[in-house]
């Protein structure tokens, strides 16, 4: 199960004059939480959110995006930005407050064959890189994306999301690695800061194209859909790797 907030907030101050960023919003969010929770999240070797910004500089508003894959944590996450009117985001020393919160929930399996069904006659479907994401091998963040370790990172995410109905094929995908491949591609490069380091990365967006069977399709198309709410790679709770999927 997904629970989906889309929270709008204001910025006293214009997007340019501050460097807010996925990562510093992280411990806000912490902070708005039983201490309990925010120490459990912490210890917790795969997080169960995935959260980012994006800044909307017409009106000093950011858009703060939380996906959250437990139910009780959704609960007392939705509880925390109903009560909470504003919040000093000290890392960036900024006072931010809650305009507007919206709440969607996807069940299941269902759900995401429902949204993806869009997909189902393309042959290419666009994948941009919203915020920096990065991808790791053999120990090292890669500068450019890497679709076997896209879907390979999307499949996992998936069977922890929805440990219900796990993929738990290898053939199928190894099937779906085999037939799928990246045809165009515009990035740059990107390094985000968090924790005193620098995890080199991307942004941008590239071209899926496929030569898969209808239902291998439908698979891919499900992975894709769900890389709008778990992210993409590494860091995806400290607001690295957020995904949009659209036609191309």
Known sequence: MIDHFSVMLHSSSAPNEHKLNGYQIYACLLSMLKEETAEWLHENSRSPISQNIITETKDNS?????????????????EALVKTKEFHAQKADILLSIDSVDHQRIKNFSDIRRRSSGLTDQKNIRMNFQTATALKKNGEFLLFPDMELILKNLWSSWNNIFSETPFDDEDALSLLVRGTYITSYHLSSSVYRMK?????????????????????????????????????????????????????
């Open 62 to 78: 950011i858009l703060w995006d939380i996906n959250v894959f437990d139910e009780i944590l959704a609960d007392e996450i939705s």
């Open 196 to 248: 005193g380091n620098n995890i080199r990365g991307f942004y941008g967006n590239i071209i899926i194209g496929n030569r898969l069977s209808e239902p291998m399709k439908e698979l891919l198309n499900a992975l894709l859909v769900l890389s709008e709410y778990s992210g993409t790679g590494v860091k995806t709770a400290l607001g690295m790797g957020k995904t949009a999927i659209q036609i191309s």
